[in-house]
């Protein structure tokens, strides 16, 4: 009986915890992207440390503050398409290392994209045709 009475309240204080660390994400107020250049599609991006893909959606609280970081062979220009208008500062992000941060102010659905550059160096080898990075960002 104890033993199942132990596992019981592992299962409760593990749920527990999952809820308060998804609580905490959904309202955190700051998320990073990180885009990097990948040999199958020239470019991808990260939310958070998560997977690498062209395209990425995400939530954030009205007031967050999202940072982006160019770590990719060539410049990035981050341009939105839709949505309220954010305050987007460094979106040139012209070198490597680059940062650009956008500041969300209003709720809505807003959409960004980047206008790469030419690669910084020459020799730099992709395969198929170069990724067109999708960003889309609800905000409650």
């Not at 199942?4 to 204080?13: D, Q």
């Not at 709720?107 to 160096?121: H, I, L, Q």
Request: net charge positive.
């Amino acid at each position: 009986m104890t033993c199942k009475r132990t596992l019981t309240s592992l299962a409760v204080v593990a749920a527990a915890a999952l809820a308060v660390a998804s609580l905490a994400a959904a309202s955190s107020p700051t998320a990073s992207i990180l885009i990097r250049h990948q040999v199958r599609g020239c470019h991808a991006w990260s939310v958070n440390g998560g997977p690498f893909k062209a395209s990425q959606t995400l939530s954030l609280a009205r007031n967050a503050t999202l940072t982006i970081t160019n770590n990719d062979v060539m410049p990035h220009k981050v341009v939105q398409t839709a949505g309220p208008a954010a305050l987007l500062q460094g979106a040139a992000m012209s070198h490597m290392g680059a940062t650009a941060t956008v500041r969300f102010k209003s709720a809505g659905v807003y959409r960004f994209t980047t206008k790469p550059g030419e690669d910084y160096m020459a020799g730099v080898k992709t395969i198929g045709e170069d990724n067109v990075l999708v960003l889309i960002i609800r905000v409650h």
